[in-house]
């Protein structure tokens, strides 16, 4: 397995040889911080071009074709325009917490992007508790939303910010539950550390049955975390027109609608690193030629791979199931993902304690 | 002086029919010149623009069936880059006036209109759009989008084909490519007074 | 037509409540105000018993031209709330006891009642105005004193201190431009109060100055899912007058376009009922088979939508060569692809959960508020026309009526997915069928009805779509009324959703499936 460390030490090396230490630090977090954006920008696009192809394959039709071949540059077009789209100001709205809400979003969406695990030695953030900051960095977002709606001096804003305060809080329960189920697997909350335990096989497998719950609710709760259809309240077009969201125009509307894309590539990511093994490559112990084969491909294309496997997972669902209602998202909530979620962590404490793990 | 001319994917500029009016367009647009570098900032954006018209979804009558046929399967405007139909007029780029206009409609669509950030473009689709189309007699319909609205481009038809509406969003991408963002003056409506 | 009895307006509301309780006659089918120049204005009112499908017309007037008042019947049929509104909006008929006098199409600030004969249709009268609506939260009420004088009352809609939320006139899930004032607790609904006229066009009363076979031509602009219908209802009510029979093979074509035109019709209902409730997939997969019947009218009629195809005495073209095979292969493709729909929507429990339950209207105010096709026959009221009054070739060919008792939207949806079924079922019977024959009988070069009133009534793609016509025996129509599919429907959504949540009001919505210029007209 390569490890990027090597470099990333080398650079730290070459740096301090001619600059104090606090200055290189400095200058490696600002350099990190470009590469970050960079990266978020990046992936945006990608997911966004992602997203209209792959519904437009579900819908029977062709998706973007005309803007460069396959309509590859399409994206690209749609930043262009919406940089230079007027940004709309809204009398009787509250002006600094109108303009700051997609801030709040973006920033919750960049801390938690930057905790992913892309292959060894490419972690940004990384500390004995990163699972636990990347929770609580996600988090925030609900803040950006509940502004967003409420400083907008719009009804619709309003209902759509309720019900995604609702919705989102109650959902994070289920996921703080069953990525609890896998923390009591590995007994740790660092992230690399993980990764590193699954080398013998990814926890979907390790973990039995309670690890394979666990996925299923993650994924759902996931899907409601980054308010994507069939928990598309907040924003619920028909309902709503655009919910939380209505007045914003321009760039202001551009970040939340590359927030939404990114917390989806987060949401699936985190997956990808607790249930799929992240970086790690497939192993299966006993067959040492095959995971040496496997070891050849890089770390990060398998987070990739992984990460955009469950990306279009969740597409997948989005593009089929309709919407549900606000009393019905909370009934699923509350009467069925949090019990089983409770049941399937005390599960996974009985199969930990006797050992009944791989 | 050489016009710029407005490239359309696989459809030559000869095939339009409308080249005429284009050219005069340009002409009004350059009279005063400009920088060259300014110029090539405007491709830029005229090429974003012009690929990223995002509709509203807004229909009144029969238009708003064929618009709705022009998003789905056979036809199909995603290709264009058509497809992000944005419910709230913020954030849309382009109203498509489908269907008639009726004198307790106007002052509506009239503030739907003024809710759509810049650029903002319209199209009017259909006879009753146009000019009031079957209903022009008719004491409560609107003869014509345009006593309200400033038109970019007419659809004629009743309801237009499918085929026509997409003509019709190409005639405006057309359009949107030789507009001048720097140095130009784009405005189509009158100056707004000062708000008292 | 049957009997018509006269009453003096004085004794309207005892009598109609008669003809009511002791006759049974529970549906009203068609309210029109009527303007009779000198001897005053007027309404008529089609009744049917639905017991014995028995049907009379009752007509009343008042000589006073200034202030017209004539007693209201809503009471006796919640179908006269909103017909009455349409009519005083349209003649001024100021209806005693009415909850809620207010304009129905027109702004609150129009000047005069367009329909009256004697109003002035130019532009200084009714300027284009630009300013806003303001909501205006009452609404008046004549009440009839004890000693017979009227005063005018202000009832209030909605309290100052009430959530109401605005949604429409453009707002996706309102199916055009129908508007609809919300009061709001949390996500339920308190209180709906529907605005309509946002794409009122005057098309009756631009008939009046048309010619009969002009006057086909705004009846495809109603409800554009139902050309066919609409102008099969005209024709049918043009014919009758004229004492024309058409031929056969008119009447075979008729039928399967008719047919086609409700698959075409339910395909969007499917279609945008799922875009709704957020399955957007499905909204292409409706799309995508619905060009399929698209294809075929193109080929006969030349048109997508609005096809102009059904004429006074037959058709305007024959039907094209390749027309009974294309049918025939489109009938095979559909049947598996209907398949695919209820794996893909009807079969999916968030679907299920949406619908089953929500939106409930039982058969009682069904019959009352007159709402018939697909919400009269899921809540469990055999209303179809086509079997009450058969037409076309309907009586030949054997076919279910749909019904179903739960009268919640799931009903509503399911009859419709059926009703595409049995259409495939009559056209399969029809197709190999069609007589030879003329298409287009010869007519007269100038079409007069002679005078009298003439009323018949297809069964739409949304409910009974009936035509009323007044003639003096001139080359236009003295008065030529549109029985709405949709007017009903939308009178009805106050109570469906009353209680509901604001998610079910898209989704009632979506199963009651109006088509609002049909409600406008």
Not at chain 1, 65 to 73: K, L
Not at chain 2, 131 to 145: A, D
Not at chain 3, 472 to 478: A, L, R
């Given at each position: 397995m390569f490890d990027f460390s090597i470099i990333t030490n080398w650079i730290h090396e070459q740096l301090i040889s001619f600059m104090p230490t606090g200055l290189a630090v400095f200058v490696e977090c600002v350099a990190i911080g470009i590469c970050i954006m960079l990266m978020y920008a990046v992936l945006a696009i990608i997911m966004i071009f992602m997203e209209r192809k792959v519904c437009a394959a579900f819908q029977c039709r062709l998706g973007p074709?005309?803007?460069?071949?396959?309509?590859?540059?399409q994206v690209f077009a749609d930043v262009f325009k919406m940089l230079i789209k007027e940004i709309i100001t809204i009398n009787h709205a509250d002006k600094f917490l109108y303009n700051l809400a997609p801030y709040i979003v973006i920033l919750a969406s960049i801390m938690s992007f930057?905790?992913?695990?892309?292959?060894?030695?490419?972690?940004?953030l990384d500390f004995n508790v990163g699972i636990f900051f990347m929770l609580a960095a996600s988090s925030i977002g609900i803040v950006g939303i509940l502004l967003a709606g409420w400083s907008s001096n719009n009804k619709y804003s309003l209902i759509g910010a309720m019900r995604s305060g609702a919705q989102m809080i109650s959902y994070e329960l289920s996921i703080g539950l069953s990525i609890l189920t896998i923390v009591v697997l590995t007994d740790t909350l660092q992230l690399s550390e993980i990764v590193e335990r699954q080398a013998d096989g990814w926890f979907l497998f390790k973990g039995h049955i309670p690890a394979f719950i666990a996925f299923v609710i993650y994924l759902i709760a996931g899907n409601a975390e980054v308010n994507r259809g069939p928990f598309d309240l907040p924003e619920a077009e028909s309902e709503l027109t655009a919910g939380y969201h209505t007045e914003y125009s321009g760039m202001h509307f551009g970040l939340f609608y590359v927030a939404e894309f990114v917390n989806l590539f987060i949401i699936a990511g985190i997956a990808a690193t607790i249930f799929l093994g992240g970086w790690m490559p497939l192993h299966i112990p006993g067959l040492d030629g095959f995971n040496q084969a496997m070891d050849y491909i890089p770390g990060f294309v398998w987070f990739f791979a992984k990460a955009f496997f469950i990306v279009w997972l969740l597409m997948w669902f989005k593009w089929t199931f309709p919407r549900l209602r606000i009393d019905q998202i909370l009934t699923l909530e509350w009467k069925y993902l949090v019990p089983i979620g409770l049941v399937n962590l005390l599960l996974m404490v009985i199969i930990v304690v006797f050992k009944l793990h791989f | 002086m050489e016009i710029k001319k407005p490239h359309i994917k696989s459809i030559p500029y000869e095939d339009f029919k409308n080249n005429e009016y284009l050219e005069q367009m340009v002409q009004e647009l350059n009279a005063n010149g400009g920088k060259v570098w300014l110029g090539c900032l405007d491709d830029l954006i005229n090429w974003g623009r012009s690929n990223s018209l995002w509709p509203l979804t807004f229909a009144t009558s029969c238009c708003g069936i064929e618009f709705m046929a022009v998003g789905a399967a056979r036809y199909d405007f995603a290709r264009f880059g058509f497809e992000v139909a944005r419910a709230s007029p913020r954030q849309a780029d382009l109203i498509m006036v489908a269907g008639t206009i009726t004198h307790k409609m106007a002052p509506v669509l009239k503030r739907l209109y003024d809710q759509m950030a810049d650029p903002k473009y319209v199209i009017a689709v259909g006879g009753c759009a146009i000019?009031?189309?079957?209903?022009?007699?008719?004491?409560?319909?609107?003869?014509?989008?345009d006593r309200i609205l400033p038109v970019d481009v007419y659809i004629p038809g009743c309801p237009p084909r499918p085929e026509a509406l997409l003509y019709g969003m190409i005639q405006l991408q057309r359009k949107v490519k030789l507009e001048k963002f720097f140095g130009g003056v784009n405005r189509k409506e009158e100056e707004p007074q000062k708000a008292k | 037509m049957n009997e018509i009895i006269d009453i003096p307006v004085e004794q309207l509301h005892a009598e109609m409540k008669k003809l009511h309780d002791e006759r049974h006659f529970d549906f009203l089918r068609s309210l029109t105000g009527m303007d009779w120049q000198e001897e005053g204005l007027g309404v008529v009112y089609h009744l049917e018993n639905t017991l014995t499908g028995e049907n009379t017309v009752v007509r009343t007037h008042s000589a006073n031209r200034e202030n017209p008042e004539i007693p209201t019947v809503c009471d006796i049929w919640k179908a006269a709330e909103f017909n009455e509104r349409e009519a005083f909006d349209f003649y001024g008929i100021r209806f005693t006891n009415h909850p809620d006098l207010r304009r129905l199409y027109l702004r609150d600030d129009w000047v005069g009642h367009p329909l009256r004969k004697d109003y002035d249709m130019s532009e200084e009268t009714n300027p284009l105005r630009m300013t806003n609506e303001e909501p205006v939260d009452t609404t008046a009420r004549l009440e009839v004193l004890r000693d017979g004088s009227v005063i005018e009352k202000r009832e209030v809609i909605?309290?100052?201190?009430e959530y109401i939320i605005n949604i429409g006139p453009q707002h996706p899930a309102t199916h055009g431009v129908l508007r609809f004032r919300v009061s709001l607790e949390g996500e339920i609904i308190q209180k709906l109060d529907v605005h309509c006229g946002y794409i009122h066009r005057g098309i009756e009363k631009m008939c009046e100055s048309l010619t009969y076979p002009q006057t086909l031509a705004l009846t495809d602009r109603l409800d554009y899912l139902g050309a066919h219908q609409n102008r099969h209802a005209l024709c049918m009510c043009i014919e009758k007058a004229m004492g024309v029979e058409v031929s056969e093979r008119v009447q075979y074509i008729r039928t399967i376009m008719d047919e086609l035109q409700r698959i075409d019709s339910h395909l969007l209902f499917f279609s945008c009922l799922c875009m709704d409730l957020g399955a957007l997939t499905a909204f292409f997969y409706g799309f995508r088979d619905r060009e399929k019947i698209l294809d075929i009218f193109e080929e006969t009629t030349g048109g997508r939508l609005i096809q102009n195809y059904n004429t006074i005495g037959g058709v305007q073209t024959d039907i094209a060569p390749s027309f009974v095979q294309k049918v025939k292969e489109f009938i095979a493709y559909l049947r598996p692809t209907l398949r695919e729909y209820h794996e893909v929507f009807t079969g999916n429990i968030i679907a299920e959960q949406r619908l089953k339950g929500v939106g409930v209207l039982s058969r009682e105010d069904a019959i009352s508020f007159g709402a018939t096709g697909g919400t009269g026959r899921a809540a469990?009221?055999?209303?179809d026309v086509r079997k009450r009054h058969p037409y076309g070739v309907y009586d030949k060919v054997e076919f279910n009526e749909v019904l179903f008792t739960e009268g919640d939207s799931y009903a509503r949806y399911m009859v419709r997915m059926k009703e595409i079924e049995e259409s495939l079922r009559i056209i399969e019977q029809l197709i190999d069928n069609i007589p030879e024959g003329e298409y287009q009988q010869k007519m007269k070069p100038i079409i007069r009805i002679p005078e009298g009133s003439y009323y018949s009534a297809v069964e739409g793609s949304r409910g009974e779509f009936g035509v009323f016509i007044e003639s003096?025996?001139?080359?236009?129509?003295?008065r030529m009324k549109f029985r709405s599919t949709g007017l009903p429907l939308v009178s009805c959504m106050e109570t469906l959703t009353r209680g509901a949540k604001i998610a079910d009001l898209i989704a009632i919505g979506g199963t009651v499936d109006y088509v609002v210029p049909d409600i406008d007209r």
């Open positions: 074709m005309r803007v460069g071949p396959y309509g590859t540059i930057s905790c992913l695990p892309i292959n060894k030695g490419l972690e940004v | 000019s009031g189309g079957p209903f022009k007699k008719s004491y409560h319909v609107v003869n014509g989008v | 909605f309290e100052d201190n469990g009221w055999a209303c003096k025996g001139d080359k236009y129509p003295y």
